[in-house]
């Protein structure tokens, strides 16, 4: 069972950057496809962004393109989200995933195996 688990979460002002970090238990997330997710109260978990196995190929959903960067580190187990002019209405939980297999729908929630915790992300106004 691959453990996930976030951390980097905090609260800054609009305009700020953070970056959070998600470390895998297993050396088998090198092959995965990860991805980091969001959930703001009372909203439903959606897709901020992925990235395939090799690093090569990334994807965003359109309210973060250009703000924000995903990477790995295959040697650290780690998934790295660095978030930059970070607004309000990022303001929300989180969650890094491990999708197994990779289905082609880096962006679908379900497609997804494994799941961290969570980490708070304020954005302030």
């Known amino acids: 069972q691959v453990q996930l688990v976030e951390s980097g979460g905090g609260q800054v002002q609009t305009g700020g950057s953070l970056r959070l970090s998600c470390a895998a238990s297993?050396?088998?997330?090198?092959?995965?496809?990860m991805g980091w997710f969001r959930q703001a109260p009372g909203k439903e978990r959606e897709f901020v962004t992925a990235?395939?196995?090799?690093?090569?190929?990334?994807y965003y959903a359109d309210s973060v393109k250009g703000r924000f960067t995903i990477s790995r580190d295959s040697a650290k187990n780690t998934v790295a989200l660095q978030m930059n002019s970070l607004k309000p209405e990022d303001t929300a939980v989180y969650y890094c995933?491990?999708?197994?297999?990779?289905?082609?729908?880096?962006?679908?929630?379900?497609?997804?195996?494994?799941w961290g915790q969570g980490t708070q992300v304020t954005v302030s106004s």
């Open positions: 995933a491990a999708q197994k297999e990779s289905l082609g729908a880096p962006t679908i929630r379900v497609f997804y195996d494994y």
């Open positions: 297993e050396r088998s997330v090198t092959r995965y496809t």
């Open positions: 990235i395939g196995w090799s690093g090569d190929s990334s």
